[in-house]
C-alpha cells in the first residue's frame, strides 16, 4: 500500500488476480445482461487482494458483498490507520453533474469509471456510492449502480434490498412512531401534545396515498386519532444520522437528540425522552457499518447511505468514506443530483460537520442534456444542434461557477454518447477553457475504465497538485433566514428568498431552542436551479418560495421545504415495477 499519490509508477497495491476478458454483450445491451457478464471476485479475496484487509475486518454477505468492521479496520496492522480525529492519508475527490434531464448525465456511472480508470493508471483509488432506494427502483429513475462498462456488481443486490441497511432505517424510525403512540396511550407522561407530533412514518417505496394519513382509528384501544403521514425512508432523519455519525456512540447520542413532538408548553420532547434511543441504535447497528462490493473491473466499491439530495442531503457516509480513505489513495465519492443541490450540500452539510474536505472536484455533463437545457426535445437530441447547446450551455456555465465559490476548480467530464459531434464537443471545450476549466471527453460507458484514463490523468495531475483551500458557502453564526438566501441567491441565481408565515415562525422558534447556528438542507426540485422544474439552463431573478422549516437535530441542519415538492414521491403513469420479473431460469429481467 502506498501512503501518497504516485502517478503510473511506483505504487504497490496487489495485482488483480482475474484475467479481465469478459464475454460482454454487445453496445446498447441492458445493464442487467452487461453486468451478469463479469463474474465478481470473492469479497474476501478482493478485500485481501484491493485493500489488504484481513479476515476478520470483513463480514461475508453472501460470496460477493460485506459489511466492514470499522473497530478492527482503525487497528488493522496491514491498512492506514484512521486517527483518533478521524484524519487519513487518502486524497478525496468530489463528483457532481449539472442539473439532470431526461437525456441522463451519468454521475454515478462517471465515479465508477474514473475509479477503474485510475486504478489502470497505478494509482490505489475506490469509490463510495449511496445505497439505492427502491422509490425510484420501482418507479422511473430505476437503479444506482452505473451504466454500461462502468457499473458496481452485483447490481441486482445493490438494487434491491442490497445488505438491508435502508430496510433497518425503517424498522428504528416506525418503531420510534410507534413509542410516541404509545406513549400517549399509556398516560403521556411527557405530556405531548398530539396535535404537535411532528415525526411521521416511512416506507422505502413511492406511494402517494400514504402523504397524508389518520392513525388511532377505532376507539380508545386503538390509540388517540391525529393526522400524521409517511415519507420515503431514504428522507428519513435517521438516514441523514446514520450517514453523518462517526461510530455507534455518536449515533445513539444524534438518535436520542431527534425531536419528535412538542409538549403543550411549547417544550420538545426528544427520542431519548421517549426511552427509544436505545433499541434504535441496537436496530442499526449493523446498518451502521459500511458495505464493499466491486466494480466490473474488480475494483472496490464502497456503499453506504441513500439520502436523496432533493430532499435530504444526498451524500454516502461519513463512515464509508474515512472507512475508504484509510486503505486507499484516492477515493472517489458521488454527491447527489446536480452541483447545486448534491455538491452543495455535500460541502455545507457533509464537510462541515464531519471536518472533510475534497482535494479534487469532477462536473459532469452530457452534450445530449446541454442541447435538453437549450429547449431540445428528447426525440431530436441526436441530431446535432450547436446553437442549442451554447444556450443550455449556460447551465453548465453556473454549476461551474458555483464550485468555483467553494474554492473548487472543477474538472469537467463529457460523458460521451455516440450521438455527440465533433463540432458540439469543441464548443464545450470552447466555453470550458474560457472559465480556466479544463473539460474531457471519457467513453467508459461504453469502454469501462479504458474509456476514461484521459479523465484521470487530468484528475490524478490534480491530485499531485496542493489541495485547494475549500471555503463554506456561509458562516455558521448567520441566521438562518441569511443562510438559505445566501445558497438561494449566491447558487440558484435567485433574487430573493419568499418565506411563509409558518417558515417564518418556525425559524424563530428553532433560534430560540438554540438551532440556528444549524447549516441549511434545501429541499426543492432538482430538475432547474429554480422551484420550477420546467425552468431550463440557468434562470435568475426568480424567487425561491419557502413553505416550512423543519429541524433535524438529530442529524444537525434544517430542511427548508421549497415550493410542492414532496418527501413523499408518487409512481408515474408506467412505473418501472411494470416491466421487472423474474424469467423462466430465475433471474431478474426489466431492472436498470
Same mark, same amino acid.
Given at each position: ?47 485481501? %487482494? ?7 475486518? #470483513? ?13 478492527? $479496520? ?5 491498512? !492506514?490507520? #484512521? ?49 439505492? !432506494? ?24 445493490? =438494487? ?108 420538545? @420532547? ?11 441504535? #441496537? ?5 451502521? $457499518? ?8 474488480? =475494483? ?16 454516502? !457516509? @461519513? ?12 477515493? @472517489? ?57 451554447? =444556450? ?22 463529457? %460523458? ?63 441566521? $438562518? ?92 403513469? !408506467? ?9 423462466? =431460469?430465475? $433471474? ?5
Amino acid at each position: 500500500m502506498t501512503t501518497s499519490l504516485e502517478l503510473c509508477e511506483g505504487t504497490t497495491f496487489v495485482d488483480k488476480p482475474h484475467t479481465f476478458a469478459p464475454d460482454f454483450p454487445p453496445p446498447g445491451s441492458p445493464d442487467i445482461e452487461i453486468a451478469r457478464a463479469v463474474k465478481p471476485m470473492p469479497i474476501q479475496q478482493l478485500a485481501q %487482494n484491493r485493500l489488504g484487509l484481513g479476515i476478520e475486518q #470483513v463480514i461475508p454477505y453472501g460470496h460477493y458483498k460485506a459489511k466492514l468492521n470499522l473497530d478492527n $479496520l482503525r487497528d488493522g496492522e496491514n491498512v !492506514s490507520p #484512521v486517527s483518533d480525529d478521524g484524519s487519513t492519508t487518502g486524497k478525496l475527490v468530489l463528483v457532481t453533474a449539472i442539473t439532470p434531464t431526461p437525456a441522463g448525465e451519468g454521475k454515478t456511472t462517471t465515479s465508477i469509471g474514473l475509479t477503474d480508470a485510475l486504478n489502470l493508471l497505478g494509482i490505489n483509488t475506490s469509490v463510495c456510492l449511496r445505497e439505492p !432506494s427502491l422509490g425510484p427502483c420501482f418507479g422511473l429513475k430505476g437503479g444506482a449502480a452505473g451504466g454500461g462498462r462502468a457499473q458496481a456488481i452485483p447490481m441486482e443486490d445493490l =438494487n434491491l434490498h442490497f445488505n438491508g441497511d435502508i430496510h433497518a432505517i425503517t424498522a428504528a424510525h416506525n418503531l420510534l412512531a410507534a413509542m410516541i403512540d404509545n406513549h400517549i396511550q399509556w398516560g403521556n407522561e411527557q405530556n405531548i401534545d398530539s396535535r404537535r407530533v411532528v415525526w411521521r412514518r416511512v416506507v422505502d417505496l413511492n406511494d402517494r396515498a400514504l402523504r397524508n394519513v389518520i392513525v388511532g382509528l377505532g376507539g380508545k384501544v386503538n390509540g388517540i386519532p391525529r393526522e400524521t403521514g409517511f415519507d420515503i425512508t431514504v428522507a428519513s432523519e435517521i438516514m441523514a444520522v446514520l450517514c453523518l455519525a462517526e461510530n455507534l456512540e455518536d449515533l445513539q447520542k444524534r438518535l436520542g437528540d431527534i425531536i419528535v413532538a412538542y409538549r403543550f408548553d411549547d417544550a420538545p @420532547v426528544t427520542a431519548r425522552a421517549l426511552g427509544a434511543d436505545g433499541a434504535m441504535t #441496537v436496530l442499526l447497528k449493523d446498518a451502521m $457499518l459500511p458495505n464493499l462490493i466491486q466494480t466490473l473491473e474488480y =475494483n472496490p466499491v464502497f456503499v453506504h447511505g441513500g439520502p436523496f439530495a432533493n430532499i435530504a442531503h444526498g451524500c454516502s !457516509s @461519513v463512515a464509508a468514506t474515512r472507512a475508504a480513505l484509510a486503505v486507499s489513495d484516492v477515493v @472517489v465519492t458521488e454527491a447527489g443530483f446536480g452541483a447545486d443541490l448534491g455538491g452543495e450540500k455535500f460541502l455545507d452539510i457533509k464537510c462541515r460537520l464531519s471536518g472533510l474536505r475534497p482535494d479534487a472536484a469532477v462536473l459532469v455533463c452530457t452534450i445530449r442534456a446541454l442541447k435538453s437545457q437549450g429547449g431540445v426535445e428528447k426525440a431530436d437530441l441526436n441530431f446535432e444542434n450547436v446553437t442549442a447547446l451554447q =444556450n443550455g450551455a449556460s447551465n453548465l456555465v453556473r454549476h461551474i461557477q458555483n464550485l468555483q465559490q467553494f474554492g473548487l476548480t472543477p474538472v469537467v467530464c463529457i %460523458n460521451r454518447f455516440p450521438s455527440d459531434t465533433e463540432e458540439e464537443i469543441a464548443a464545450v471545450k470552447a466555453l470550458c477553457l474560457d472559465l480556466g476549466v479544463t473539460a474531457v471527453c471519457a467513453e467508459h460507458w461504453a469502454k469501462g475504465g479504458n474509456g476514461a484514463l484521459e479523465l484521470a490523468q487530468v484528475v490524478a495531475e490534480e491530485l499531485a497538485k496542493p489541495s485547494p483551500e475549500v471555503t463554506l458557502l456561509y458562516p455558521d453564526e448567520i441566521s $438562518l433566514e441569511e443562510k438559505v438566501t445566501k445558497v438561494a441567491t449566491k447558487l440558484y441565481g435567485a433574487s430573493g428568498v419568499s418565506f411563509s408565515a409558518e417558515a417564518k415562525k418556525q425559524m424563530a422558534v428553532y433560534t430560540g431552542m438554540g438551532f440556528g447556528h444549524l447549516p441549511v438542507c434545501i429541499a426543492k426540485t432538482p430538475y432547474s436551479f429554480s422551484s420550477d422544474p420546467k425552468a431550463l439552463g440557468a434562470p435568475d431573478n426568480h424567487d425561491l418560495p419557502v413553505r416550512e422549516m423543519r429541524l433535524m437535530a438529530g442529524a444537525g441542519f434544517v430542511v427548508a421545504v421549497c415550493g410542492d415538492v414532496m418527501t413523499m414521491p408518487g409512481l408515474p403513469a !408506467s412505473p418501472a415495477a411494470l416491466n421487472i420479473r423474474l424469467d423462466d =431460469n430465475g $433471474l431478474i429481467e426489466g431492472l436498470f
